[in-house]
């Protein structure tokens, strides 16, 4: 795939709203002063954004088959996080921590969003894998829908799967509150990535975007800080549509103030390393060390990107290489020709 530019920055502002949640947590024992200093959730938000923007986009230019994006996602993720979960249990002895074996199976089977954390917790040091369990469900799904599917009914799909989910968060508020780390009361904002990646195949579409650049991000950003000041359990759908339409302007106009911010180095490299950030972070901000623990957190998540992360791409592109013959892809596997750059139907 071709690079898109300013997305880096965007994984860098997302990994700082997660980190700076967790540092402040750290610091002030989960007290926060104000509400909207809970600034976590909506990190996230970007993330799913980012991710089913990028899956999607990746999936409709890849005719390789649903093997090879598997074995790329197999040794782009799995590597990391392996080597932190088998890691915790010194940490645990070391800190007298207790690590609980029903929450490691939920982060290795991918269920740990639908594992509860007690309150405050002092030793949740996997609770921060509902978010990736939440993504590796909806790799699971997803591409299979869009594969066999068809690009028309996948958008319906997509619209009418993020709408539903919004509209039962509103009317079943209770439930939804109860259970705001489930799956289905979050993949709305992975949906809405997802729908972004089908309205950018369309020229016409890029070409508005292109037109009215300024009113679409100056009235997106504002609305995004709206919501991050009033929601603080589940980030609301008008704020993934905020953040799917900043992500859609910056990525078209990077010569802009704003792509060039985004395309800063210090806050593209922050972008590059933030999945080994994100993985690692709970382990060193959460007992309590402030400070000390961010100093620490960051050589190790740029030695966990150089010699976990990078090998394990370079080597899932060995294998994917297993799946690239024309002859293994059934006709029915494949999305559709490309041209151009994107994959028409």
């Known amino acids: 795939m071709r690079r898109i530019p300013t997305l880096d920055g965007w994984r860098g502002i997302a990994i700082l709203l997660v980190i700076v949640t967790h540092l402040q947590a750290g610091l002030l024992g989960h007290v926060w002063r104000y509400p909207w200093m809970d600034l976590g959730q909506h990190g996230v938000g970007i993330f799913f954004v980012l991710s089913g923007y990028l899956i999607t986009s990746g999936l409709l230019r890849d005719e390789r088959g649903l093997g090879a994006f ?20 010194v940490v645990g002895l070391l800190l007298h921590a ?9 982060c290795l089977l991918f269920y740990r969003n639908f594992v509860p954390t007690p309150e405050n917790s002092q030793n949740a040091f996997t609770s921060h894998f509902w978010s990736l369990s939440m993504e590796e469900q909806f790799y699971l799904f997803w591409p299979f829908i869009l594969v066999f599917a068809g690009k028309k009914r996948a958008l319906a799909v997509a619209v009418v799967g993020a709408c539903g989910c919004a509209a039962a968060r509103c009317f079943l508020w209770d439930w939804a509150s109860r259970h ?9 904002a992975l949906l809405i990535g997802c729908t972004l990646a089908f309205l950018l195949e369309s020229e ?4 508005f975007i292109l037109r009215h650049s300024a009113l679409l991000f100056y009235g997106s950003l504002p609305m995004f800080f709206w919501c991050v000041y009033r929601f603080q359990a589940v980030p609301p759908f008008k704020e993934s549509i905020a953040i799917a339409t900043m992500i859609a302007v910056t990525s078209l106009t990077p010569s802009s103030w704003v792509g060039r911010v985004l395309e800063n180095r210090h806050l593209k490299f922050l972008g590059i390393i933030s999945y080994s950030v994100y993985v690692w972070q709970e382990l060193f901000l959460l007992p309590h060390w402030g400070f000390i623990g961010l100093a620490l957190l960051i050589p190790v998540s740029i030695g966990s990107y150089m010699f976990i992360e ?9 294998v994917q290489g297993w799946f690239e013959k024309p002859e293994r892809i059934a006709p029915e596997m494949a999305v559709g020709p490309v041209r151009d750059g994107f994959v028409q139907f």
Request: charged share 25%; net charge positive.
């Open 70 to 89: 598997y074995v790329r996602r197999l040794f782009r993720l799995m590597p990391c996080a392996w080597l932190y979960l088998a890691v915790l249990p």
């Open 98 to 106: 207790r690590l609980l074996g029903h929450e490691v199976w939920g």
């Open 180 to 188: 705001k780390l489930a799956t289905e009361v979050r993949i709305d």
């Open 204 to 207: 016409a579409v890029r070409g």
């Open 310 to 318: 990078r090998p394990g791409v370079k080597l899932g592109r060995k």
